[in-house]
């Protein structure tokens, strides 16, 4: 048994020393000529415009998680889609109602807006606004 233990722990020791190797190894061999153009933040083959540390619109963020939450899902339906056949119904009930939980969170996502890249390109609803400048508001969409 303790055998089965050592396979192990050769192989890890192994990639470390593997991975040591090769990391010092770049070093040693890597060309170094640093230059002002190359050590600018790079975007997209655009040139960069003011500051690197500038603050992001949290709204980008919360369609990347957005995207994560529902990627998860492939994790669930690829094997049950493998065994399709030998799970019954019961099985295919149960992933109707998890596909259909995940469809409701898309609706919400959806309804509240947060699919949106640009909000402030987004007509507001005159509902949500202030009752003085509902009619402002009303009249602006209209036209």
Not at 20 to 42: E, F, W
Not at 59 to 81: G, S
Not at 106 to 133: C, F, I, Q
């Amino acid at each position: 048994m303790l055998f089965n233990f050592a396979n192990v722990l050769t192989f890890i020791v192994f990639g470390a020393v593997f991975v040591g190797i090769n990391i010092t190894l770049s070093r040693i061999l890597q060309a170094r000529n640093p230059h002002p153009v190359k050590l600018s933040t790079y975007e997209c083959g655009e040139l960069p415009e003011g500051d690197s540390w500038i603050q992001f619109n949290i709204r980008f963020y919360v369609i990347a998680l957005i995207f994560l939450i529902f990627e998860v899902e492939i994790v669930f339906l690829f094997p049950w889609a493998t065994v399709f056949k030998e799970l019954g119904l019961f099985a295919f009930v149960e992933m109707m109602i998890f596909v259909f939980i995940l469809l409701v969170g898309l609706a919400y996502v959806w309804v509240k807006g947060d699919l949106e890249w640009d909000k402030s390109t987004a007509v507001p609803d005159p509902a949500l606004a202030p009752s003085a400048a509902r009619q402002e508001l009303t009249e602006a969409i209209a036209s």
